[in-house]
T-cell receptor, first 111, second 114 residues
Framework: GIQVEQSPPDLILQEGANSTLRCNFSDSVNNLQWFHQNPWGQLINLFYIPSGTKQNGRLSATTVATERYSLLYISSSQTTDSGVYFCAVEPEAGNNRKLIWGLGTSLAVNP | DGGITQSPKYLFRKEGQNVTLSCEQNLNHDAMYWYRQDPGQGLRLIYYSQIVNDFQKGDIAEGYSVSREKKESFPLTVTSAQKNPTAFYLC?????????????FGQGTRLTVV
């Protein structure tokens, strides 16, 4: 089945720094989502981005479907950005609609 | 407010007991899902339902059961057959089970076996 790999696994930033998180996937996808899991466990939708580029405030994401990767950019990071960032994809192959998840990037932003 | 509500937030279970986790959505979504998350891990799919009165096993369905009698509700029962039930459980929904639909999540239920 499709493999989803996220990098780096862990990241520590000083407040105000910028960062790029990466999600590689091994096969074609219908759907790719980025989520932020806050310290209380809530999964918050960041982007629904099977292709192209989107921006929302300090966050932006780009998916290059033909090269099977997606990038999440965080600019001017804040302590509230801390948590785990997950990438999840829905494979194009097969008849199911399941999301396949990466293991996440754990981000800590220090004041 | 529209959204997905999971209850309770925290749940303690004695060994050998069945417990039921509630998931309700008022988004008029057809598809609903249950995931399990263990510490430091990604999410694993337990069961999903693309339409009322129908559901399918996910990757780790053993020891769990679900029902989908109403569009709004998709309760998960953790049975005594589940060997290691202590985990964080997340419910999600999407507008349909079709291709490329965005999934939204509830706040989760943290289950602890005591």
């Amino acid at each position: 089945g499709i493999q989803v790999e996220q990098s780096p696994p862990d990241l520590i930033l000083q407040e105000g720094a910028n960062s790029t998180l990466r999600c590689n996937f091994s096969d074609s996808v219908n759907n790719l989502q980025w989520f932020h899991q806050n310290p209380w466990g809530q999964l918050i939708n960041l982007f629904y981005i099977p292709s192209g580029t989107k921006q929302n405030g300090r966050l932006s994401a780009t998916t290059v479907a033909t090269e099977r990767y997606s990038l999440l950019y965080i600019s001017s990071s804040q302590t509230t950005d801390s948590g785990v960032y997950f990438c999840a994809v829905e494979p194009e192959a097969g008849n199911n609609r399941k999301l396949i998840w990466g293991l996440g990037t754990s981000l800590a932003v220090n004041p | 407010d529209g959204g997905i509500t999971q209850s309770p937030k925290y749940l303690f279970r004695k060994e050998g007991q069945n417990v039921t986790l509630s998931c309700e959505q008022n988004l008029n979504h057809d598809a609903m899902y249950w995931y399990r998350q263990d510490p430091g891990q990604g999410l694993r799919l337990i069961y999903y339902s693309q339409i009322v009165n129908d559901f399918q096993k996910g990757d780790i369905a053993e020891g769990y059961s679900v029902s989908r009698e109403k569009k709004e509700s998709f309760p998960l029962t953790v049975t005594s057959a589940q060997k290691n039930p202590t985990a964080f459980y997340l419910c999600a929904s999407s507008i349909s089970g079709g291709l490329g639909t965005e999934a939204f999540f509830g706040q989760g239920t943290r289950l602890t076996v005591v």
